[in-house]
């Protein structure tokens, strides 16, 4: 299993420890890639020309966080209205999002994202977006925050770890990726198996008509804990059959 989070490393080192999970990772919505440092994950994936984050080695799939907010920067001085978690600092994104302080300030430190809460009309806001591109950049909404980032996802992200487990194991693996929020989509759709577990707020997600999910029907984590359940089942009983 691999956790696909728009959280941070930073972020994802409190839960890994919590979690007793020693794996690979993917971050910030897909533009950034992490794997204990003498793991092979790490050797051939994530590469020797890597950054260091605690005992992981870290590869920034996107555009570098500074870019990003360069371009922001001459975004908003041309009339665009919004709040970025750098504007905010620690104290502002504790503020908004509830996290304790030190949860906030890992939630700050990002190395290929930025995300921006949006207080701007529904019109600039559309053209905010379609500028983007032509900075080779994109946004991808979250539960709350609107993410700006380079031309990654987690489906790109995703797709490294599915080429480099297809080069270990001499065949492709059979790929099943949840996810509850828009920022998922991409991943679900690229994915031999994609689960839409429906939100807290009780929305479910707007799947491409071509390429289906399995939607659950609880939200938040009883949702979650039943498509595991339902997976695991599934599991036994095909290796009970064989």
Request: aromatic letters at 8%; a neutral charge; glycine letters at 10%.
């Amino acid at each position: 299993m691999i956790p696909a989070t728009s959280k941070t490393v930073a972020e994802w080192l409190l839960l890994r420890d919590r979690l007793g999970f020693k794996g690979p990772l993917v971050a910030e919505n897909g533009a950034v890639i992490a794997a204990p440092k003498d793991s092979l994950e790490a050797v051939l994936v994530i590469g020797p020309e890597c950054q260091t984050v605690a005992d992981l080695g870290v590869r920034c799939l996107g555009t570098p966080r500074d870019r990003i907010r360069a371009v922001l920067d001459g975004l908003r001085e041309a009339g665009a209205s919004f709040e970025t978690f750098f504007d905010l600092g620690a104290a502002g994104v504790a503020r908004v999002t509830k996290l304790a302080p030190d949860e906030a300030a890992r939630a700050c430190e990002r190395l290929a994202s930025e995300p921006l809460l949006w207080s701007g009309t529904e019109a600039e806001r559309a053209q905010f977006l379609d500028r983007l591109p032509g900075h080779r950049l994109r946004a991808v909404q979250g539960g709350r925050f609107l993410h700006v980032m380079g031309n990654v996802d987690k489906s790109v992200a995703m797709g490294r770890w599915v080429e480099f487990y297809a080069r270990q194991w001499g065949r492709r693996p059979f790929v099943i990726a949840l996810g509850d929020s828009p920022n998922d989509l991409d991943m679900l759709g690229a994915a031999d198996l994609g689960i839409a577990v429906r939100a807290a707020n009780g929305r479910h997600l707007k799947a491409d008509p071509e390429k289906p999910l399995w939607c659950v029907d609880q939200a938040g984590p009883a949702g979650w804990q039943m498509a595991f359940d339902t997976l695991f089942a599934a599991a036994k009983e095909r290796e009970r059959r064989v």
